[in-house]
């Protein structure tokens, strides 16, 4: 099996053996500035510098190298979920996950909405990687909840957090601080954990 690692050495150029990643680390950059629109396997090339043919080593055409980028958002994701440090409070860390979760889509915005799109949601490595990175989750709300509330928990989370990170990136929120947006998010988490305060009050989120 290969290892695929960047190059320390000092010479110029890539070397077999950091090929691949040196081609995700490119189109990592140029996603998240110009958008999956403007990515190219040429341009990911020239970013590398390498050969404009040097990505068909690895990927075959531009769809399977987005594939591979929205595998690797939802490993790193997943690293992340995987981090957080246990918890004093039952939900603490289905809260921290949450706010890693949404933190890493503030992070990574060109990758998270891929990671999400059509284009690679029926992708085999695609939907493995998001697999693993929702278990991390289940883990942990199967030690807080019982088993009929579980399933939903999940759901409801995940969907939760996907949608809070989708109208971040969108400002539907306003432009709130990582520390507003963060607290939010643990907010809305304790309410649906049952766990929350009275929501009644009103708010500035979502406020015209």
């Known amino acids: 099996m290969e290892v695929w ?18 081609l995700l680390d490119s189109a990592l950059a140029l996603l998240d500035t110009e958008g999956p629109g403007e990515l190219s396997l040429r341009a990911v090339a020239r970013h590398a510098g390498v050969s404009p043919n040097a990505p068909y080593r690895h990927y075959r055409d531009k769809e399977a190298l987005l594939a591979a980028l929205a595998a690797r958002g939802f490993t ?11 918890g004093d409070a039952p939900d603490a ?3 921290a996950m949450a706010c890693a979760a949404v933190d890493y889509a503030l992070d990574h915005p060109g990758v998270y909405r891929l990671m999400f799109g ?7 490595d695609t939907i493995a990687a998001s697999d693993a990175a929702i278990a991390i989750v289940a883990e942990r709300i199967a030690a807080i ?25 969108d400002e539907r929120l306003g432009t709130p601080t990582r520390a507003e947006a963060d607290a939010l998010v643990e907010t809305v988490v304790r309410t649906m954990l049952g766990t929350g305060p009275d929501v009644s009050a009103p708010g500035r989120w979502g406020a015209p």
């Open 5 to 22: 690692t960047l190059s320390t050495s000092t010479g110029s150029g890539y070397h077999h053996g950091d090929l691949r990643a040196a």
């Open 76 to 86: 790193e994701l997943g690293e992340r979920l995987a981090a957080v440090a246990p």
């Open 93 to 95: 860390e289905v809260i």
């Open 118 to 124: 059509q284009a690679c949601s029926s992708h085999p």
């Open 145 to 169: 909840a019982e088993p009929e509330r579980r399933e939903p928990l999940r759901i409801g989370i995940w969907a939760l957090v996907h949608g809070l990170s989708t109208l971040l990136l």
